[in-house]
């Protein structure tokens, strides 16, 4: 636990680090709050990297409290699984891979390949815990590519017990004739394209047991008007779940989603300009703070454990109090 500690304080700058407004050194207590992200923007990028992040988002502590966030305690729940992540560089992904090798699991990063830096990050985090970690630098809008990424892993670990299809794009356009066919091309590609090879190529080698996870979102449910192609792609994911549940029920293979509301990960900088982040700083969940990854991993263990066995179909809203429906 203290070797993933000192991994996790490297990447994030300890817990107890956090610059408040101003440049103050934030207590643990008040770490998430409105205000304590900088007002950054990577929009002039094809995707945001974490690692240039001003503020890292924290892959491994959670259960925030009057003593601050608390280091994630694993149960051995995946022991011996073998999981893939796509998107596992960054993010919620990260939080999701470091709390399956946490949890006994071997992880698969998929990523773009200029995400090259935070899937090494991601990877030093995911060995410090006692897992084995894959790295594949890969396009998953690439149907081919995605196929290579899967016959890889079954040749080096003989199975997948867990695909998380995490990776999206986000652009946050207010008018839609601003949407150009290239950024709805690509966004439909990504994120219902990919999720749908990804998952097409996994199945066959998913045994009794196993469980396929998508990363939804709330906004599938809320309508932002700034979002209206990714949130196309997220209502897509949702039917997908459920109609994927229904079909693979009798192979034994669950099929759930995870629908995250305000969480701080590269896709906020990398979709919104400066105007744009200031503006969703000021809009919390109505918990009062804006999530980390590290309170959406719980959420992936819990889906991909034993612990789910009876919940396929379904997905897990985990933003802060909204209340939503579906």
Known sequence: ?????????????????????GGETASKGSFAKPGDFPIESQVDRAVGIQDDMTKKPDPATVQEGDEGFTQYKAAKKLLGKKTIVTGGDSGIGRAAAV????????????????????????????????GQCLLFPQDIRDEAG???????????????????????VMYS???????????FDRTIKTNIYGTFFMTRAA?????????????????????????????????????????????????????????PGPVWTPLQPAAMDESQMKEWHNSPAPIG?????????????????????FISGQTIHVNGGAIVAG
């Open 1 to 21: 636990m203290e070797k993933i500690q000192s991994v996790v304080d490297s990447v994030t700058g300890g817990a107890s680090a956090m610059a408040a407004p």
């Open 99 to 130: 709390m399956f090798a946490m949890e006994g699991a071997d992880v698969a990063l998929v990523y773009l390949p200029e995400e090259q830096v935070d899937a090494e990050k991601s990877k030093e985090l995911i060995v410090a815990a006692g």
């Open 146 to 168: 995605c196929k290579r990424v899967i016959d890889s892993v079954v040749q080096a670990w003989g199975k997948i017990d867990v695909l998380v299809n995490n990776a999206s």
């Open 173 to 183: 356009i207010p008018d839609i004739t601003d949407i150009t066919t290239e950024q």
């Open 203 to 259: 199945v066959p080698h998913i045994p009794k047991g196993g469980s396929i996870i998508v990363t939804a979102s709330q906004v599938a449910y809320a309508g932002p008007p700034m979002l209206v192609d990714y949130s196309m792609t997220k209502g897509a994911q949702v039917a997908m779940v459920r109609c994927l549940s229904n079909q693979l029920l009798s192979k034994g293979i669950r099929v759930n989603a995870v629908a």
């Open 289 to 309: 703070r804006i999530g980390q990854p590290s309170e959406l991993g719980p959420a992936y263990v819990f889906l991909a454990s034993q612990d789910a066995s």
